[in-house]
């Protein structure tokens, strides 16, 4: 019988040891495992290519994006880079959203430089620069939804349609949502990566990717090549990763529980310009939000309507926001986007993705919303007095 998310997420790999009977399973430290006798093989012989607990979380991360495997790699960026070595030859087209994720942005973009394969980076919401992208028949296309740090939805269904029939692969970067809140191979994707980092591990003490495939043969190909250039993901990490996957789905819930409260409280600020959250029904996408997806996430955005003094006593007095970077984990993030997460791009590339310099940007935890929405109050009315 077919679980739902959130039983496959706890259940996945309890029960298995016979030695001892742990509930839990155990990590597996052994870089190597001893063959029962000349040319006889366990199920594993070496951790780089198999590791029991990377085997449980693989399997685990496949059930719940509904795919016939996954592979666990040391980060999101070697997740995608993996996917664009196995599928992307030289000459061959990617096409990218041209607001993705900054690391994606720049390993795509110097591959395209050394040769590796092409890459095109367009606005998949404007249909005619999709099409004209399309029309020269590239191998794989990125769909990045929601986007960062704007929160642009794009609709995987219909992208997806119109990939399969330039005869193109889809990869739905699902990082921002989880599957317990997207879920892109039901709509048409042919892979899903992930940056493991973020919502699955959830505590902000791992890196890690995942890439999972629809199909088996794909699946094998990327654990063959995973293998092949060494890039699978450690046996603590893997464990980890396992522990906070279990919590996903309450997490999720609560951290998106907030969001909806803050952005409540924000929307009566007279400090805060422009809000970026797809429930709002003037979001970009919005009714794309309510088909495609559960619910509307735990990441937000907004101007800051202060000058950089208010701003600097705004941050300044924050004490449950902490001003870093990444998102997804516990605690609540805020970032400033143009001095942290998009520092590497040029102000006109900012300005040109509608990037301003007082945009802000939370991820938003699993703290008390009370407290949450007092700290930020309380942070509103110093920046206020200066
Ligand atoms: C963080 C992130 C990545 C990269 O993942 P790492 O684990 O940091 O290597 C890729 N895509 C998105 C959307 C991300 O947020």
């Known amino acids: 019988m077919a679980h739902k998310p959130s039983t496959i997420a706890i259940h996945n790999g309890l029960n298995e040891d016979s030695q001892f009977g ?80 900054g690391g994606s942005y720049r390993l795509f973009n110097s591959q395209h430089e050394r040769g590796a394969y092409q890459v095109q980076f367009v606005d998949q919401n404007n249909e005619a620069e999709l099409q004209a992208a399309l029309d020269k028949k590239p191998k794989l296309i990125l769909i990045e939804t929601p986007s960062n740090p704007l929160l642009r939805i794009y609709d995987i269904e219909k992208i997806a349609r119109l990939a399969h029939d330039a005869g193109a692969l889809v990869v739905v970067d ?33 890196i890690a990717g995942t890439v999972i495939a629809k199909e088996e043969k794909w699946a094998t190909e990327l654990t063959w090549w995973a293998n092949n250039i060494g890039v699978t993901g450690g046996a603590f990490d893997s464990y980890l990763l396992l522990r906070g996957i279990r919590t996903l789905s309450p997490r999720i819930k609560q951290q998106q529980s907030n969001a909806q409260e803050i952005v409540n409280y924000l929307k009566t600020q007279p400090l805060v310009g422009k809000l970026y959250y797809p429930s709002l029904k003037d979001h970009i996408g919005h009714k794309i939000a309510v088909k495609q997806q559960k619910g509307f996430g735990a990441m937000l955005s907004f101007e800051f309507n202060g000058d950089e003094q208010q701003l600097r006593h705004f941050l300044g007095t924050l004490t449950l926001f902490t001003l870093a970077e990444s998102l997804g984990g516990v605690e609540t993030l805020i970032s ?11 102000a006109e590339a900012r300005a040109a993705a509608g990037i301003t310099d007082s945009l802000l940007r939370v991820s938003v935890g699993i703290e008390d919303s009370q407290d949450l929405v007092a700290d930020l109050d309380n942070a509103f009315k110093i920046a206020a007095q200066h």
């Open 174 to 206: 699902n990082t921002f949502l989880s599957p317990i809140l997207q879920q892109p191979i039901a709509l048409g994707a042919d892979f899903v990566v992930h940056s493991c980092t973020k919502y699955l591990n959830g505590h902000s003490d791992i």
């Open 336 to 346: 400033h986007t143009a001095t942290m997460t998009h520092a590497g791009m040029s």
């Open 22 to 101: 742990c509930v839990v399973p155990p990590i597996y430290l052994s870089s190597t495992y001893n063959f029962t006798d000349f040319n006889e093989p366990r199920s594993h012989d070496y951790s780089r290519r198999g590791n029991p607990g990377r085997d449980i979380v693989q399997r685990t991360l496949a059930q719940l994006e509904g795919g016939s495997g996954a592979v666990v790699t040391n980060s999101g960026m070697s997740a995608l880079h993996l996917l664009c070595t196995v599928f992307l030859q030289p000459g061959d087209l990617l096409v990218a959203p041209h607001d993705c994720y």
